[in-house]
T-cell receptor, first 113, second 113 residues
Framework: DQQVKQNSPSLSVQEGRISILNCDYT??????FLWYKKYPAEGPTFLIS???IKDKNEDGRFTVFLNKSAKHLSLHIVPSQPGDSAVYFC????????????WGAGTKLIIKP | DADVTQTPRNRITKTGKRIMLECSQT?????MYWYRQDPGLGLRLIYY???????NKGEISDGYSVSRQAQAKFSLSLESAIPNQTALYFC????????????FGPGTRLTVL
């Protein structure tokens, strides 16, 4: 039973447009959420995070939105660039853990020229 | 130079063989982790270590063992490999003061025939 779900295995977006990646979770005890980006033959790298006490966090072209009532978070990339083509993982930390992350299956983002 | 390195990067072995995957880090982090990734699934935690004398089982530790030889080294062993251990294995590190953000190695692709 997956506690963190990324229901879109892939997403294709035109260069310059907005990319929106979605993540749903089932455990209301998650208090911290992270997005990681992964290129082929490399490990995941941290991108952006958000605490459950916030509903938005922004870092340059990347913004994460958290809707706790819907148990949903999304990553917005504006504008999308070719280098953004990668697999994006959503991860969540349980409130009673200072190390454990529960991971989604990932969404492959393809930026078309 | 990479902060988190894994050896080997690729390995093909046969059922019943013992195999060791190695991880080294130069980040000076005290915490280290081993994950596996399977197609369509997120990363799942196998073992984690908060320091040399503190090793803990993760979500899917059966069939695996680990050794923390030094703060910088954390190895994963499959005592008797089986085909369903075919997966992509990642080592990760984190700092105790910023435990949410984990830094990953490039991964080891293991195939058990």
């Amino acid at each position: 039973d997956q506690q963190v779900k990324q229901n879109s295995p892939s997403l294709s977006v035109q260069e310059g447009r907005i990319s929106i990646l979605n993540c749903d979770y089932t455990n209301s005890m998650f208090d911290y959420f992270l997005w990681y980006k992964k290129y082929p033959a490399e490990g995941p790298t941290f991108l952006i995070s958000i605490s459950s006490i916030k509903d938005k966090n922004e870092d340059g072209r990347f913004t994460v939105f958290l809707n706790k009532s819907a148990k949903h978070l999304s990553l917005h990339i504006v504008p999308s660039q070719p280098g953004d083509s990668a697999v994006y993982f959503c991860a969540a930390r349980p409130r009673d853990s200072n190390y454990q992350l529960i991971w989604g299956a990932g969404t492959k983002l393809i930026i078309k020229p | 130079d990479a902060d988190v390195t894994q050896t080997p990067r690729n390995r093909i072995t046969k059922t019943g063989k013992r195999i060791m995957l190695e991880c080294s880090q130069t980040k000076g982090h005290d915490r280290m982790y081993w994950y596996r990734q399977d197609p369509g699934l997120g990363l799942r935690l196998i073992y984690y270590s908060f320091d040399v004398k503190d090793i803990n089982k993760g979500e899917i530790s059966d069939g695996y063992s680990v050794s923390r030889q030094a703060q910088a080294k954390f190895s994963l062993s499959l005592e008797s490999a089986i085909p369903n251990q075919t997966a992509l294995y990642f080592c990760a590190t984190s700092d105790r003061t910023r435990g949410n953000e984990q830094f990953f190695g490039p991964g080891t692709r293991l195939t058990v025939l």
